[in-house]
């Protein structure tokens, strides 16, 4: 079925390290890849996103592979600040019309 | 532009009766709307996609009898939790994709927080 897993589950850096997520989909149809910044008790928020068409995106500190043939995808976020500490969630739009999310990466950026 | 909002924001009720959580688009018309679940801890689970004038069509393991979904309008769509049970205490967010717009790009809602007791 659909699936999409994401790894690690928790990541620690230095404030000024790089942070580095993970994630692989099934689908081989999933043509679009959101990831999502989520603070507790409120909604995603996106903060990149990705097309099949396209291999890498970046935006400032941000950002974002694809590699469609190994089926993975990967958000990289340099010169991290303590305000990027959150949840960070990776989705794939599938052939079936919906957003399959991942399980989530609590990020923790230590001053 | 592209917002939306859900009502309320927060419930609170007793076991065994009913809750609806209004999802509205409040700048645009919204093809489809989604509507997720998620635990404390947890990921987004997505428990049903609902097209207006049309059935909704559920996840698989998502009673349909038990979260009823409306969508009547192209700016509304409705979540009733019926006959809510401890274990149906969640955070339910919506989203929604702009009719004629980039068809799989999702505006979140800010989520319902259902307790019952």
């Known amino acids: 079925g659909e699936n999409v897993e994401q790894h690690p589950s928790t990541l620690s850096v230095q404030e000024g390290d790089s942070a580095v997520i993970k994630c692989t989909y099934s689908d081989s149809a999933s043509n679009y890849f959101p990831w999502y910044k989520q603070e507790l008790g409120k909604r995603p928020q996106l903060i990149i996103d990705?097309?099949?068409?396209?291999g890498e995106k970046k935006d400032q500190r941000i950002a974002v592979t694809l590699n469609k043939t190994a089926k993975h995808f990967s958000l990289h976020i340099t010169e991290t600040q303590p305000e990027d500490s959150a949840v960070y969630f990776c989705?794939?739009?599938?052939?079936?019309?919906?957003?399959?999310f991942g399980a989530g990466t609590r990020l923790f950026v230590k001053a | 532009g592209a917002v939306v909002s859900q009502h309320p924001s927060w419930v609170i009720c007793k076991s065994g009766t009913s809750v609806k959580i209004e999802c509205r688009s409040l700048?645009?018309?919204?093809?489809?709307m989604f509507w997720y679940r998620q635990f404390p801890k947890q990921s987004l689970m997505l428990m049903a996609t609902s097209n207006e004038g049309s059935k909704a069509t559920y996840e698989q393991g998502v009673e349909k009898d038990k979260f009823l979904i409306n969508h009547a309008s192209l700016t509304l769509s409705t979540l009733t939790v019926t006959s809510a049970h401890p274990e149906d205490s969640s955070f339910y967010i919506c989203s929604a994709t702009i009719a004629g717009g980039s068809y799989n790009e999702q505006f979140f809602g800010p989520g319902t927080r259902l307790t019952v007791l």
């Open positions: 990705i097309r099949s068409n396209v």
């Open positions: 989705a794939a739009w599938t052939g079936g019309f919906k957003t399959i």
């Open positions: 700048d645009f018309q919204a093809t489809t």
